[in-house]
């Protein structure tokens, strides 16, 4: 009976595992034999709010394929100070680069709309890195993405305003998880401009009168997003088409390969 039960749990998390791997990009996109690589070390996991996935000057015991939910790379200064540089949904994988080598890095990363994962060991992430190539090809690809992304954000943070930025920011947002409505907080919101949270409540108020959002309490639902692609700078469209234009896509079938053992 005790044999049965243990089956019975070990099936149940396969079915689980194997339906969260669907609702990740980058898992879809591999072919079954390179997801079951992956699969047979997964684990899934609820990821509430404010859930960190990775701490600054530590080296991520973790990678995260995220299947719902927002996470947000934040970069922060010996004063105190911090803005957001990066951002992770379903379409992408938290720590991924450190399948080329374990290393500490001087950013968080954390959850800021709550949602859920799959969670593989770095060690084992890197073992099949170098064991597959399409999962080696894959995830140099996102790396590669998410380098240029690094450097959008960068300038954006030091070029473009604090209404241009947020516009931009709740867009993107919006992509990953496919709701009009996303709970998030004043103090990260605040934090994701690099100000403070009196100049929040000034560039959301604006952009609550001209009928684009509605924010009320850690509540904003994107209304009008058209307006509100008019009103985010540029940095919006380059960063989205480089997640779904680059050459390598993400959703792009693999071509040859193979898979050692």
């Not at 019975?8 to 690589?37: D, H, I």
């Not at 709309?113 to 992430?125: K, S, V, W």
């Not at 690809?141 to 305003?161: K, W, Y």
Request: charged residues 20%; neutral net charge.
């Amino acid at each position: 009976m005790d044999v049965l039960r243990e089956l019975k749990s070990v099936r149940e998390r396969v079915v689980v595992t194997m339906a969260a791997t669907n609702r990740n990009l980058f898992l879809s996109s591999l072919s079954p034999g390179s997801r079951a690589l992956i699969d047979a070390h997964c684990t899934a996991v609820p990821l509430p709010i404010k859930t960190v996935l990775a701490q600054p000057e530590e080296i991520p015991p973790f990678a995260y394929f995220l299947t719902s939910g927002v996470a947000s790379v934040v970069s922060g200064m010996p004063e105190g100070n911090a803005v957001e540089v990066g951002m992770h949904g379903n379409d992408s994988v938290v720590s991924a680069i450190q399948v080329l080598g374990p290393s500490t890095s001087p950013m968080r990363c954390l959850m800021q709309i709550e949602g859920a994962g799959l969670r593989i060991p770095t060690e084992e992430l890197r073992k099949i890195f170098f064991a597959s190539e399409e999962v080696r090809n894959r995830v140099l690809a996102l790396i590669q993405v998410d380098m240029l992304i690094l450097g959008q954000v960068a300038a954006c943070n030091r070029l473009h305003g604090s209404e241009e930025r947020l516009a931009r920011w709740l867009l993107t947002a919006q992509d990953k998880v496919h709701m009009d409505v996303l709970n998030l907080t004043q103090e990260f919101l605040s934090e994701m401009l690099g100000a403070r949270r009196a100049t929040l409540t000034v560039v959301a108020g604006s952009l609550q009168r001209n009928g684009l959002i509605e924010y009320h309490r850690g509540r904003v639902k994107i209304a009008d997003r058209e307006g509100l692609e008019d009103v985010a700078c540029d940095c919006y469209r380059i960063i989205r088409n480089l997640r779904t234009s680059h050459p390598i896509a993400m959703r792009a079938p693999f071509n040859g390969g193979s898979i050692a053992v």
